[in-house]
């Protein structure tokens, strides 16, 4: 069987062609010919941005492979989002429900997503416009990167597994369930990435105009540029509906988009040899010293959150709803277990572990018919009480499908020990967003002091030989 990234892959080179002609129909003398695109590809060197996608891929694998291990220390910090935001995301899916419109945001929450991201490199390259290739190249790699703390320390889980009620309308449809079981844990709402690369990509655009002088309706890029910003507001719209994002995720995506842009905007002509290149300062440590002291007091912060490993409250269901908590696959000779708590002192809940493969089988109508669950034993949990589940199965992606037998707000607890919480790990791979962090907010600041343009590229007083 063909699977939906497969699918969603071939769809992709398919329409590359056709966007791109569509959006340089006006500039037809910048078009790269096919006669001309070997020469521009190692010209330009844009095999080295076919590198930094294989990079990322890896990267994501390597950063998700951290996530539940550490989340055992970390815990999560979904009810203190909850207190200050209550049911608006339930509201709002209750008041715009609909099957046809779930249908349509499924697919553009995930293929259009996937599609801008590849096809925003190729347009600017195909364009001839080799800076900004390599910034929007930039903006997908450095704007994951900068997420990364965030997603590993301060750990939100999804509205659908928290609010009573609330629809997850995304997850549990059978047609994506495989693909997102394997790409996303759950917990990594804060902030949305959906938002990030879109706005970091117009706020290059808009960067890249305004230091050579010309507004963004002034660009020769103006149409795509309105494009992605449609989709952005799409985008807006859909984390949402779909039971995934919280409101805040909005304005916390577009500050990491923000920051990406920022720093991007500065080192990319740097990469280029521009200014004579990265080259070491002549005062190191006036340059440095901020930047590391900054990510040395964002770490701490951190690191100050980090939790006992005790059992929390993981989600919240409403009777008749089900969610589910994701076991990633461990290796032969490792053992994972999940303990399971019932906190409610009145309702009941059950639950039911199965193997990824399994699932879309049994959730046509996007819950489970448990009553197609076989060779699976259904475990009951009463009130108040607590129980150990080992998983025995290797090698293998599994589903924690919960099901409320009764109650309004059920809450309950899963903590997944995989043995080694790996938080050095954790830790090392957050160092390269809280530096970024730092150097963006030193030069925000020596620009703001010597009252230079957020646009201006040039060497500051500082950087400059004496």
């Not at 999940?338 to 199965?354: E, G, H, K, P, Y």
Request: hydrophobic share 50%.
């Amino acid at each position: 069987m063909v699977s939906i990234l497969t699918v969603m892959v071939l769809v992709v080179i398919f329409l590359t062609l056709p966007v791109c002609l569509y959006f340089t129909r006006k500039q037809r003398a910048n078009r790269v010919s096919l006669a001309d695109f070997r020469q521009k590809f190692f010209q330009n060197h844009y095999y080295l941005h076919v590198l930094a996608y294989l990079v990322i891929a890896f990267w994501k694998g390597w950063i998700d492979s951290l996530n539940e291990p550490m989340k055992r220390i970390t815990g999560h910090w979904t009810d203190l989002v909850f207190a200050i935001e209550g049911n608006a995301s339930l509201w709002f899916q209750e008041l715009f429900m609909n099957q046809f419109l779930t249908d349509v945001l499924n697919f553009h929450y995930l293929f259009i997503y996937l599609f801008l991201i590849y096809v925003t490199t190729v347009y600017f390259a195909y364009a001839n416009d080799r800076d900004m290739a390599d910034k929007v190249t930039l903006n997908y790699l450095l704007i994951y990167c900068i997420a990364v703390p965030y997603y590993l320390f301060f750990n939100v889980e999804v509205t659908s597994s928290w609010i009573p009620g609330m629809e997850a309308l995304l997850y549990h449809d059978p047609v994506y369930l495989d693909f997102y079981v394997t790409h996303d844990p759950l917990d990594n709402a804060v902030p949305s990435l959906h938002i990030a690369i879109p706005f970091g990509i117009l706020l290059l655009g808009w960067l890249d105009g305004k230091e050579r002088g010309i507004s963004l309706r002034e660009s020769r890029h103006y149409g795509y540029m309105l494009f992605i910003f449609a989709n952005t507001l799409i985008f807006m719209f859909a984390i949402i509906y779909l039971g995934i994002h919280w409101w805040i995720d909005i304005p916390l995506g577009l500050a990491v988009g923000a920051i990406g842009a920022l720093f991007i905007h500065q080192i990319q002509p740097r990469l280029r040899g521009k200014y004579g290149g990265i080259t070491w300062p002549k005062e190191p440590l006036r340059l440095i010293a901020v930047p590391i002291l900054i990510a040395g007091l964002l770490s701490a912060a951190m690191l100050a959150t980090v939790q006992a490993s005790t059992v929390d409250t993981t989600m919240r269901i409403a009777e008749g709803d089900m969610v589910y908590e994701i076991i990633q696959p461990f290796s032969e000779g490792e053992s994972a277990s999940t303990l399971i708590t019932n906190f409610d002192n009145s309702a009941s809940v059950q639950f039911v572990v199965i193997e990824l493969e399994q699932a879309p089988g049994i959730m046509a109508d996007g819950k489970p018919d448990w009553g197609l669950i076989h060779n699976n034993p259904i475990v009951l949990v009463n009130p108040g009480q607590s129980v150990l589940y080992p998983h025995e199965k290797a090698d293998t992606w599994q589903l924690i499908m919960v099901e409320s037998l009764g109650g309004s707000s059920v809450e309950v607890g899963m903590v997944t020990d995989y043995g080694d919480a790996r938080m050095l790990e954790g830790w090392i791979a957050s160092m390269p967003s809280l530096l970024i962090t730092g150097f963006v907010l030193q030069r925000l600041w020596r620009q703001k002091s010597s009252s230079v343009s957020l646009a201006d590229t040039r060497s500051l007083p500082l950087e400059e030989e004496e």
